[in-house]
């Protein structure tokens, strides 16, 4: 079994200023987790992945997101809030194999104020 | 370039009609998933399938039917719609080998209301 958490629904920072968004999982063995960012009448376009490998994974427009086994933890990071930023964020996980079934978080709504 | 494309973008339906969600994919994809979104709910899967020919439940299945006659489409039947079934429907597709296998590629969505 799986599952996502995703702490805050709603989330408002400055232009400028560090964006993080928070993801927990649950998974019975490793994971491959996701991030995925949903603009305004759009599709889910993939940020980031980590299935295997470096914990610290880089993803596109500067996001990255670190790995933390200990803490069942895949939070997201930006260290500069651009407007152009505020979207909604899902964070997600699947196991490998099979049709690999992914579960997404509840998401995560990003403000980015002038 | 065209990627997973889904028709119609929006629809409204009245109690009791049926319909056709179509997702259509040139990537080749062997995998092809059905998902709707809900306020405040995430993402969850309707139906899948594994290939052209096969189809299988999801998580929320009831009240919907999919067929893959052809690789590249999957499609999504309303036989009697809900006003539950008002959602934002997205189609998904992945490939099954290379360094891009575990991403999902996701459509720009279908809007319905049923009324």
């Known amino acids: 079994a799986q599952s996502v958490t995703q702490l805050g629904s709603h989330v408002s920072v400055s232009e400028g200023a560090l964006v993080l968004l928070r993801c927990n999982y649950s998974?019975?063995?490793?994971?491959?987790l996701f991030w995925y960012v949903q603009y305004p009448n759009q599709g889910l376009q993939l940020l980031l992945k980590?299935?295997?490998?470096?914990?610290l994974v880089k993803g596109i427009n500067g996001f990255e997101a670190e790995f933390k086994k200990s803490e069942t933890s895949f939070h997201l990071t930006k260290p500069s809030a651009h407007m152009s930023d505020a979207a909604e964020y899902f964070c997600a996980v699947s196991l490998s194999g099979g049709y690999q079934k992914v579960t997404f978080g509840t998401g995560t709504k990003l403000q980015v104020i002038p | 370039n065209a990627g997973v494309t889904q028709t119609p973008k929006f629809r409204v339906l009245k109690t009791g009609q049926s319909m056709t969600l179509l997702c259509a994919q040139d990537?080749?994809?062997?995998?092809m998933y059905w998902y709707r979104q809900d306020p405040g709910m995430g993402l969850r899967l309707i139906h899948y399938s594994v290939g052209e020919g096969t189809t299988a439940k999801g998580e929320v299945p009831d009240g919907y039917n999919v067929s893959r006659l052809k690789k590249q489409n999957f499609l999504l039947g309303l036989e009697s719609a809900a006003p539950s079934q008002t959602s934002v429907y997205f189609c998904?597709?992945?490939?099954?080998?290379?360094?891009?296998?575990?991403?999902?590629?996701f459509g720009a969505g279908t809007r319905l209301s049923v009324l």
């Open positions: 980590y299935t295997t490998g470096a914990t």
């Open positions: 998974s019975s063995v490793p994971p491959y």
């Open positions: 990537m080749n994809h062997e995998y």
């Open positions: 998904a597709s992945r490939q099954t080998s290379g360094v891009a296998k575990n991403i999902q590629y």
